[in-house]
T-cell receptor, first 114, second 109 residues
Framework: DAGVTQSPTHLIKTRGQQVTLRCSPKSGHDTVSWYQQALGQGPQFIFQYYEEEERQRGNFPDRFSGHQFPNYSSELNVNALLLGDSALYLC?????????????FGPGTRLTVL | AQRVTQPEKLLSVFKGAPVELKCNYSYSGSPELFWYVQYSRQRLQLLLRHISRESIKGFTADLNKGETSFHLKKPFAQEEDSAMYYCALASGGYQKVTFGTGTKLQVIP
């Protein structure tokens, strides 16, 4: 089991563009969460998906949207990119949505917005 | 609003010395607290959670609701403990997790 996988590894975009990041959860996991980690900061919660629905959302604008597919994989979409969106985007998966469940993190996608 | 504070960006200790990584939180409800660790070139991974009351790699953490703290402790630091440590709080029915800014632990041989 490769654990949580994310693609691509790195991405460079320009302001105003749109980007899609992808995540495959650990085998057997059904819940996916996305985080944004700026340089020198801790991960910031974007949203969580369970049963193909967004269940929780952090303080991120509507430019950030997501999707979960029947196979539990997930996408994070960011529209109208801003320079401040440059960050490491982490995906985490767990078995079940309960808050006490352990989350397993992927290696992240490094997004650079020029 | 919930918040997690880790006051130290960097903590340097000698091998064999005790370690205490500080974490304070603010949350009006009943939180779930975690410590995550990231070793060099590795992924973020769970170290321990307060609900389990377990000791992992010699580390323990006690939830003090009166002081709203969840400090991570180890009696004798080892070189392999050098890593980035994040305190995190989960609230609500789902996994809305708030992380602190992290503390880099450097164990000096």
């Amino acid at each position: 089991d490769a654990g949580v996988t994310q693609s691509p590894t790195h991405l460079i975009k320009t302001r105003g563009q749109q980007v899609t990041l992808r995540c495959s959860p650990k085998s057997g996991h059904d819940t996916v969460s996305w985080y944004q980690q700026a340089l020198g900061q801790g991960p910031q919660f974007i949203f969580q998906y369970y049963e193909e629905e967004e269940r929780q959302r952090g303080n991120f604008p509507d430019r950030f949207s997501g999707h979960q597919f029947p196979n539990y994989s997930s996408e994070l979409n960011v529209n109208a990119l801003l320079l401040g969106d440059s960050a490491l985007y982490l995906c985490a998966s767990s078995l079940g949505w309960e808050r006490s469940n352990e989350q397993f993190f992927g290696p992240g996608t490094r997004l650079t917005v020029l | 609003a919930q918040r997690v504070t880790q006051p130290e960006k960097l903590l340097s200790v000698f091998k064999g010395a005790p370690v205490e990584l500080k974490c304070n939180y603010s949350y009006s409800g009943s939180p779930e607290l975690f410590w995550y660790v990231q070793y060099s070139r590795q992924r973020l991974q769970l170290l321990l959670r307060h609900i389990s009351r377990e000791s992992i790699k010699g580390f323990t953490a006690d939830l003090n609701k009166g002081e709203t703290s969840f400090h991570l402790k180890k009696p004798f630091a080892q070189e392999e403990d050098s890593a980035m440590y994040y305190c995190a709080l989960a609230s609500g029915g789902y996994q809305k997790v708030t992380f602190g800014t992290g503390t880099k632990l450097q164990v000096i041989p």
